[in-house]
């Protein structure tokens, strides 16, 4: 579905992705792992679309989007919630909402969108009206979540979703992302919470200074000396 | 021997109330843990006692002098300085200048810019900078900019840290580092009082923690008591 192939970014001269190659496959969860200043965010970043590799080619359902502007991704299926949420502070959680439904086709169909984002997050429903600005930290990570899907995306990419939650709301955006796919929704996961993470996705990559270091199944990683070193604090 | 309490302390946002009546206190040599779902009042707590709010009623004392009402900037004269959840460090200056300001604004007589710079330096290497002290703070990853924070704050000499969310973003291996640095800046003679959803740090770090809930405090004990508390874990825990 997403092929990333050979990828170099750069910030002015500091390179930041060195050669990555990823590929996503339909229904898959994918976890992306590794140290803050890895490059993960860069990595997402150039697959939506707001920086442009250097070298090497991104495609998604076949076709190159490399070099495409961000809102044409979205158009064609990619939505990206980012990392520290990225709301509309002076919006309302409803107009936040929709600001995500702007794909020709979401759209259309956005009443009924925002009626399954309200089921999958109830207490949005009640705070439509209030302003982002006034949410708490939990809550404002549902409205970022709701937006990503607001654009019906055939692949969505979370940055970071579990940030600064309570651990009960932890577990329940991870049951949240699990069901995504059940609506045949794939994911693109970031996380710095490994252990849960390798545990509801199906493949990971890890990432270090900016090249892929190692890929796998979740269930091998989960087992490799080098994983539970680095990344699990065992 | 408190340094740091508070009594009946309420604060209202508009009808809603996102502290209500919460008394505290945090020991001298202390490290004490605020926990809380999303919502429950945990930074409004911190900001009122840094000042950028005022209590509706209540009050707020350091040293046992009430520091409800005054300005920010006196209360972290006074020795209470604080990191930000969402990150507040001087975006387009370089890393060093950001911990040479909290130097120069902290103390209470002229420092000789050599002085602050030494101070400035040593503390970059306290909290793992070092090498990034020419760097722009905005080009730092979040869990740095976290550090910087963490470094200009105790550039103002204080003698009571908050910090909120410090772990927030990082890694199990990461968090060990903080925990670590924790540990150390309390070897220093600092108290701390620590917002943070990261468990495993809250429940090996902290002496006490104090648990808020829709702004009320509904639990307080050693972190084997919390983690027990039947309440604590239905509203927080979680499982």
Redesign the interface.
């Known amino acids: 579905m997403l092929e990333v192939c050979n990828v170099n970014t750069l910030y002015g001269k500091a390179q930041a992705l060195w050669d990555v190659c990823l590929e996503i496959n339909e229904a898959e969860i994918v976890a992306l792992v590794g140290s803050n200043g890895a490059g993960k965010t860069t990595l997402l970043n150039t697959i939506s679309g707001f920086l442009r590799p250097a070298s090497g080619s991104v495609e998604f359902l076949g076709q190159r989007i490399d070099g495409l502007p961000p809102h044409s991704i979205v158009e064609l299926g990619i939505s990206h919630v980012p990392e520290g949420r990225k709301l509309f502070a002076d919006m309302s959680v409803r107009e936040n909402l929709e600001m995500g439904a702007y794909p020709h086709h979401a759209w259309k169909q956005r009443e009924e969108t925002l009626k399954q984002v309200y089921q999958v997050f109830p207490v949005l429903k009640e705070r439509e009206k209030q302003l982002a600005r006034t949410l708490s930290g939990g809550e404002r990570q549902m409205v970022a979540m709701g937006r990503g899907l607001m654009s019906r995306p055939k692949l969505c990419m979370f940055d970071e979703p579990s940030y600064g939650l309570a651990p009960v709301l932890v577990l329940e955006v991870f049951q949240i992302i699990k069901s995504l796919r059940e609506q045949g929704i794939t994911v693109l996961l970031i996380e710095q919470n490994v252990r849960r993470t390798l545990e509801i996705a199906d493949r990971a990559y890890v990432l270090e200074n900016g090249r892929i270091c190692l890929e796998g199944a979740c269930g091998e990683l989960l087992q490799s000396d080098f994983v539970r070193k680095a990344y699990l604090g065992l | 021997m408190p340094i740091l309490e508070g009594e009946g302390v309420t604060k209202y946002?508009g009808g809603l109330a996102a502290v209500w009546n919460v008394d505290f206190h945090v020991n001298q040599g202390e490290i004490v843990g605020l926990?809380?779902?999303?919502?429950?009042g945990k930074t409004t707590l911190f900001n009122l006692i840094s000042g950028a709010l005022v209590p509706k009623s209540g009050v707020i004392r350091f040293k046992d002098e009430k520091i409800n009402g005054l300005k920010p900037h006196k209360i972290c004269k006074m020795g209470v300085a604080r990191t930000f959840?969402?990150v507040k460090v001087f975006a387009t200056m370089p890393v060093l200048d950001n911990v040479l300001l909290g130097s120069f604004f902290g103390t209470p007589h002229s420092t000789s810019s050599a002085d602050a710079t030494r101070e400035a330096t040593e503390l970059l290497e306290f909290v793992g900078l070092s090498a990034m002290r020419a760097t722009l703070a905005k080009d730092l990853?979040?869990?740095?900019q976290k550090r910087l924070e963490v470094a200009r704050a105790l550039a103002t000499k204080p003698e009571i840290l908050l910090l909120d969310?410090l772990m927030?973003?990082?890694?199990?291996?990461?968090?060990?580092q903080d925990m670590e640095l924790i540990t150390r800046i309390r070897d220093k003679g600092i108290t701390i009082f620590m917002i943070e959803?990261v468990?495993k740090a809250i429940m090996s770090v902290c002496d006490r923690i104090m648990v808020l809930h829709h702004g009320e405090k509904i639990a307080e004990g050693t972190p084997q008591e919390i983690a027990t508390s039947r309440t604590v874990v239905e509203?927080?825990?979680?499982?």
């Open positions: 946002f926990i809380g779902p999303n919502g429950a959840q969402a990853t979040l869990a740095n969310e927030a973003g990082l890694n199990p291996t990461e968090v060990a959803h468990m509203v927080y825990l979680g499982e």
